[in-house]
């Protein structure tokens, strides 16, 4: 089994800075992309930011220039550094993995809980 587990979210003034952290675990053989996504009310689903495996970085224009997305793979955990934060950042945030597992040995998307983020202006 493997999870993801997201913390840091929470609320901050516009203009501020915020930082998220997603923390893979369980029997994971290697993880390749990892991202962040995230969902405002009556919206849907989108892409944040992503870095592959070899850290190559992809953001959504609204992003570009104030969030920058980060991994570990010692620790198996990606960060989002959220800054100049606007209330249209407002939303949940999810952890994205593409993780293959050891065994059996096959490569799936997991998805973490989703962390609030609040940006009051």
């Known amino acids: 089994q493997v999870q993801l587990v997201e913390s840091g979210g929470g609320l901050v003034q516009a203009g501020g800075s915020l930082r998220l952290s997603c923390a893979a675990s369980?029997?994971?053989?290697?993880?390749?992309?990892m991202g962040w996504y995230r969902q405002a009310p009556g919206k849907q689903r989108e892409l944040v930011a992503a870095?592959?495996?070899?850290?190559?970085?992809n953001y959504a224009d609204s992003v570009k220039g104030r969030f920058t997305i980060s991994r570990d793979n010692a620790k198996n955990t990606v960060y989002l550094q959220m800054s100049s934060v606007k209330p249209e950042d407002t939303a949940v945030y999810y952890c994205?993995?593409?993780?293959?597992?050891?065994?059996?040995?096959?490569?799936?998307?997991?998805w973490g809980q989703g962390t609030q983020v609040t940006v009051s202006s």
């Open positions: 994205n993995a593409d993780i293959i597992t050891k065994s059996p040995m096959w490569s799936r998307d997991y």
């Open positions: 870095i592959t495996g070899g850290s190559t970085t």
């Open positions: 369980g029997s994971i053989f290697r993880i390749n992309a």
